[in-house]
């Protein structure tokens, strides 16, 4: 699965942005798909946040918007440095999902757009265990990403766009409930919404206080 176009989008930031910028039409414009999963969250400006897996900086961007202390985390030193060109005004580290170098309870928000879908079962477990790991008693992580659609008008396109870009990881994603992940970490999943027919999803988890 997957053509030379997924080499293609991941080397060429232009034709990364372009795929991205047609992606984000059918839910209103670009600058709502970059804000859909953390801009009804109200946390104040002086909040932590880590976007992870940041790929070339398009929602860190947004991000730095919103808030002082924005950190991106990407595996690729290909793309931090692309991010790094986008958005200086955010720290960069380079490092696996899996196992980030920030010390316990460290931020306030993670987020991450359109990544678990990469990942295999096993390192999603992994990735949601530090993310876990790094938030703040109260904090959140913010995604959005695939769900399996509901409207079957929608299956044609979706598996087009999976034949041309995807691995069999997002197609194993769309068997995974993603909340109950969520939940069985140890999470308070306060919202799941869908959009685009249910292809999206968005989900908020909060990591309980003590007094919770």
């Known amino acids: 699965m997957?053509?030379?176009?997924?080499?293609?989008?991941?080397?060429?930031?232009?034709?990364?942005d372009t795929i991205s910028a047609l992606a984000a039409i059918a839910v209103g414009g670009s600058d709502r798909l970059h804000?859909?999963?953390?801009?009804?969250?109200?946390?104040?400006?002086?909040?932590?946040?880590?976007?992870?897996?940041?790929?070339?900086?398009?929602?860190t961007q947004a991000l730095t918007q919103a808030f002082d202390q924005v950190t991106g985390l990407d595996a690729a030193p290909k793309a931090i440095a692309r991010a790094r060109e986008r958005v200086p005004q955010?720290?960069?580290?380079?490092?696996?999902?899996?196992?980030?170098?920030?010390?316990?309870?460290?931020?306030?928000?993670?987020?991450?757009?359109m990544a678990l879908h990469e990942m295999t079962a096993a390192q999603r477990d992994a990735i949601l265990a530090e993310v876990w790991r790094?938030?703040?008693?109260?904090?959140?992580f913010a995604l959005i990403d695939f769900h399996r659609p509901q409207?079957?008008?929608?299956?044609?396109?979706?598996?087009?766009?999976?034949?041309l870009f995807e691995t069999e990881t997002?197609?194993?994603l769309l068997q995974t409930d993603l909340a109950e992940q969520l939940r069985l970490q140890g999470f308070t999943v306060?919202?799941?919404?869908?959009?685009?027919?249910?292809?999206?999803?968005?989900l908020h988890g909060r990591k309980p206080c003590a007094n919770d």
């Not at 790094?134 to 959140?140: Q, V």
């Open 170 to 172: 997002a197609w194993q």
């Open 151 to 163: 409207v079957p008008l929608l299956w044609p396109g979706i598996a087009l766009f999976f034949w």
């Open 190 to 202: 306060e919202r799941q919404t869908y959009h685009l027919g249910r292809s999206l999803q968005v």
């Open 35 to 59: 804000r859909l999963a953390w801009q009804d969250l109200n946390l104040p400006r002086t909040a932590v946040v880590l976007d992870l897996c940041c790929a070339h900086g398009i929602v």
């Open 2 to 16: 997957a053509t030379i176009l997924r080499t293609w989008s991941y080397q060429s930031p232009w034709l990364y």
């Open 134 to 140: 790094i938030l703040k008693p109260g904090g959140w």
């Open 90 to 113: 955010a720290t960069y580290v380079q490092a696996f999902a899996e196992k980030m170098p920030f010390a316990d309870a460290t931020f306030d928000l993670v987020h991450t757009s």
